[in-house]
């Protein structure tokens, strides 16, 4: 079973120009979280989406990001106009939307985006 | 706003002897608890999680503590192993908003270091 997909593991762009980053849940979690580690710092909440829907964007910049995860296909997150401040390592996390305690968040690698 | 922190950026500790991790959250809406190891260049490992309604939970090494009223829990590992060296990470959720899925508040992470 494998387990949450993220794609490119690194990407370097110049400032100005745009960044996708691609998300696979794992296999039957409908649920996917962006956070952002900047460097020396914790991860930060950045948005939640389940399939088609946006349920929680307070943690996302309100200019040059956006996230979606499309009814086929993966969550992508979307950064426009790159910003040297934008060099993080993203993750995505997935679960199964459980009700009740127990609905564990799982990992992907990470994206390591670096702006020149 | 930092609502959950973890005060010991390092620690360093002898293969064998336990490791205690703690951390210290100011919002009383949290009430799941989950910590996740992190290798560098690895998104975060889940390990292990702790609901409000106990005050411990145990998997092999692995003892989370929560002290509600402290607003406090810690996680044991006894014995450490060298490949335990990692940044760990603790989170907390609120099950606020009827749901018991949503975004993770992360502390700063501690560098636990398990010397041979």
């Known amino acids: 079973n494998a387990g949450v997909m993220q794609n490119p593991r690194h990407l370097v762009r110049r400032r100005g120009q745009e960044a996708r980053l691609r998300c696979s849940p794992m296999?039957?979690?409908?649920?996917v979280y962006w956070y952002r580690q900047l460097p020396e710092e914790g991860l930060k909440f950045m948005v939640y989406?389940?399939?088609?829907?946006?349920?929680?964007e307070s943690g996302m910049p309100k200019e040059r990001f956006s996230a979606e995860f499309p009814k086929e296909g993966p969550s992508i997150l979307r950064i426009q106009q790159v910003v040297r401040g934008d060099s993080a390592a993203y993750f995505c996390a997935s679960s199964e939307g459980l009700a009740g305690f127990g609905d564990t968040q799982y990992f992907g690698p990470g994206t390591r985006l670096t702006v020149l | 706003d930092q609502q959950v922190k973890q005060n010991s950026p390092s620690l360093s500790v002898q293969e064998g002897r336990i490791s205690i991790l703690n951390c210290d959250y100011t919002n009383s809406m949290f009430d799941y608890f989950l910590w996740y190891k992190k290798y560098p260049a690895e998104g975060p490992t889940f390990l292990i999680s702790i609901s409000s309604i106990k005050d411990k939970n145990e998997d092999g090494r692995f003892t989370v503590f929560l002290n509600k009223s402290a607003k406090h829990l810690s996680l044991h590992i006894v014995p450490s192993q060298p490949g335990d060296s990692a940044v760990y990470f603790c989170?907390?959720?609120?099950?606020?908003?009827?749901?018991?899925?949503?975004?993770?508040?992360f502390g700063q992470g501690t560098i636990l270091t398990v010397h041979p």
């Open positions: 989406l389940q399939k088609e829907n946006i349920i929680d």
């Open positions: 296999k039957g979690h409908s649920h």
């Open positions: 989170a907390a959720k609120s099950n606020a908003g009827g749901t018991s899925y949503g975004k993770l508040t």
